[in-house]
């Protein structure tokens, strides 16, 4: 019999070259970035540039180049998913750091605002020790009728490859994650009491091309974007 693996959701990985020395520059922005804060006001919370005030880091010359890296490969990444690169423009809207101290996490969320996001990770020993990355999966086509999957010991085993709803990922440097926005995931706690987990994310937006008419279901370019003025009142 053969088993057909219909409907997949692409997550791409990939290996960044980072140089030592650059690596530790970048380290100790973000550390300066991040001030005094610690936490995302709760201590058990990751911070998070985007809650910071820190949420355009690509324009900061010390991840211009990187940036540069990740949007080369989201290119890639809408091109291997069926995407014709001729009718789309790629936005990237926002890029923050998330840095995690031991017993801190980052809970399960996705970015409604976006439409393809990315990870760069900046620590991480490929043990997973300082948190996964968790994605989960928002349905499990496979088990036949929604909730049949609850758990409570069965009736699907546990962590079968085809009927998956979970998929974890250990960091390490340069290590780059492309996915949907609309995935959820999370990062698991941070148990390493000696290491700082610190990763960036990118949050990317497609639009039609500048000057072009596109149907409703895609966005026109922001150059055709017309400001709705707020009425006097
Ligand atoms: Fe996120």
């Known amino acids: 019999m053969e088993l057909h693996a219909l409907f997949p959701t692409v997550v791409a990985t990939d290996r960044m070259a980072m140089d030592p020395l650059m690596l530790?520059?970048?380290?100790?922005?973000?550390?300066?970035l991040r001030g005094e804060a610690?936490?995302?006001?709760?201590?058990?919370?990751?911070?998070?540039?985007?809650?910071?005030?820190?949420?355009?880091?690509h324009e900061h010359h010390d991840f211009r180049s990187l940036a540069d890296e990740v949007i080369a490969r989201v290119w890639i990444y809408l091109e291997q998913t069926g995407f014709d690169l001729d009718q789309i423009a790629l936005h990237l809207q926002r890029c923050w750091p998330v840095l995690s101290a031991a017993g801190q996490v980052v809970g399960r969320h996705h970015h409604p605002n976006a439409h393809v996001s990315a990870i760069v990770y900046l620590s991480g020993d490929g043990q997973g020790r300082?948190?996964?990355?968790?994605?989960?999966?928002?349905?499990?086509?496979?088990?036949l009728v929604p909730g049949l999957a609850v758990g409570?010991?069965?009736?699907?085993?546990?962590?079968?490859?085809?009927?998956?709803?979970?998929?974890?990922?250990?960091?390490?440097?340069?290590?780059?994650?492309?996915?949907?926005s609309r995935l959820?995931?999370?990062?698991?706690?941070?148990?390493?009491?000696?290491?700082?987990?610190?990763?960036?994310?990118?949050?990317?937006?497609?639009?039609?091309?500048?000057?072009?008419?596109?149907a409703e279901y895609l966005a026109p370019h922001p150059h055709q974007w017309h400001r709705c003025e707020r009425p006097l009142s």
């Not at 999966?137 to 088990?143: C, I, P, S, T």
């Not at 698991?188 to 091309?209: H, I, P």
Request: net charge negative.
């Open 24 to 32: 530790a520059g970048q380290l100790q922005t973000l550390l300066s």
């Open 38 to 57: 610690y936490s995302n006001p709760d201590e058990g919370c990751a911070w998070t540039g985007d809650l910071n005030g820190i949420w355009q880091l």
């Open 130 to 143: 300082e948190g996964a990355l968790c994605l989960h999966a928002r349905h499990q086509l496979n088990e």
């Open 152 to 180: 409570h010991g069965g009736p699907i085993r546990d962590h079968h490859p085809r009927n998956q709803h979970l998929w974890t990922f250990n960091p390490e440097p340069g290590l780059v994650v492309i996915f949907p």
């Open 184 to 214: 959820d995931h999370s990062v698991g706690e941070n148990m390493d009491e000696e290491s700082l987990r610190v990763s960036l994310s990118f949050d990317f937006v497609l639009t039609a091309q500048d000057s072009s008419a596109p």
